[in-house]
């Protein structure tokens, strides 16, 4: 079964992949690793998304109406003061096209949080959105853009015709009102993701050329690039089920794991909360249904740790994981290696 296309079946296609994948991933063993102290709390407040990507591990798109509600958003901003969290980084699908988007980025920033918006550029041209990106400087938001590629063919092809131009020019407004540039205090980072089942190249590397070719051809200016390794589940590792690549894929990322890049992974300082309020070691086991252990309750809701501490617990892992201690490493914030430096 290929999870591809954007069609109203969207949500039976993305169980399927993980009834798919899972059997295969559980068999995999991965080294044991537990929490470090949390400084992030990652939020997916829905997975409504105006675009349906190839790449997508969440299996986002317009057909899904699953969204973060009220009360939900409420337990977030009590979370967020009474743990004194550092970073709220919010994802979807689209974040932004969920009502409470603005009002948790603004409470938020009230509080001295760093806010990420894990943004896809083309959401800044949708109906309604056409202040967004004012919002997000007036609240100095870190914005953390899709951008698969400095190339249209490439990036049309994962994520849709038209969208490479449109991306273009998201970033050409985002530069226009300070983003990018050095010494403004509006952070403007891209993430690239390989079109296939390979390793992402040398961040550093890519991130010259990016620059390059982004400055030459549009004037376009960034801060950073972040290197994302393709996870294999969801749509992604249903494709790959599909084509008869998903067992080289894995082995690839085994091959290539370096026991060095556990210090690093992300799930060691962050946890990731679902649109339902259940918690999570990280976005991908969100994906995959593995929800994060404490104490005797099968499932945690993020309103039961809120007095609750969760420091040395044990992380729930799975073949998936090699996909970031595979190489230089992947994170949220892109290469562990070069992160590091």
Same mark, same amino acid.
Request: glycine share 8%; hydrophobic share 40%.
């Given at each position: ?27 995999? *063993? ?38 973060? *509600? ?9 979370? &967020? ?66 951008? *698969?590629?400095? &190339? ?56 010259? #050329?990016?620059?390059?070719? &982004? ?58 909360? #679902? ?67």
């Amino acid at each position: 079964m290929s999870c591809v296309s954007d069609d109203a079946a969207a949500f039976v296609c993305q169980i399927a992949a993980m009834r798919d994948t899972w059997p295969l991933l559980e068999q995999i *063993p991965f080294p044991a690793i537990r929490r470090g102290r949390l400084d992030t709390l990652q939020i997916n407040v829905g997975y409504r998304c105006n675009q349906s990507c190839v790449h997508c591990h969440v299996g986002a798109s317009p057909h899904r109406t699953e969204e973060m *509600p009220g009360a939900v958003a409420d337990t977030v901003l009590a979370f &967020l003061e009474h743990h004194r969290i550092a970073a709220l980084d919010i994802t979807g699908g689209a974040p932004e096209l969920n009502p409470h988007f603005r009002r948790l980025v603004t409470a938020a920033r009230d509080m001295g949080v760093r806010v990420m918006d894990r943004c896809n550029l083309t959401i800044l041209e949708v109906p309604g959105q056409e202040d967004l990106a004012t919002f997000l400087a007036s609240q100095q938001v870190e914005i953390v853009a899709s951008m *698969p590629c400095y &190339l249209e063919d490439n990036v049309d092809k994962q994520r849709g015709k038209g969208v490479f131009d449109a991306s273009i020019r998201g970033l050409q407004a985002l530069n226009a009102l300070s983003y990018g540039r050095d010494g403004t205090g509006l952070t403007l980072n891209l993430v690239y993701n390989p079109q296939g089942p390979v390793l992402p190249p040398p961040q550093a590397a890519l991130e010259a #050329d990016y620059k390059r070719v &982004l400055g030459e051809s549009f004037g376009i200016a960034f801060n950073k690039l972040y290197t994302l390794a393709n996870m294999p589940i969801q749509r992604f590792g249903s494709t790959l089920i599909s084509k008869g690549q998903f067992d080289d894929y894995l082995a690839l990322l085994q091959h290539a794991h370096l026991d060095a890049n556990l210090d690093g992974v992300m799930c060691r300082n962050l946890i990731s909360v #679902d649109w339902r309020g259940l918690v999570y070691d990280c976005d991908f086991n969100q994906m995959l249904d593995l929800p994060l252990t404490h104490g005797s309750r099968e499932r945690v809701q993020l309103s039961d740790l809120l007095a609750a501490d969760i420091e040395s617990n044990p992380i729930r892992v799975a073949g998936h994981c090699f996909g970031c201690t595979a190489g230089q490493g992947s994170s949220c914030g892109g290469a562990l290696k070069e992160a590091a430096e």
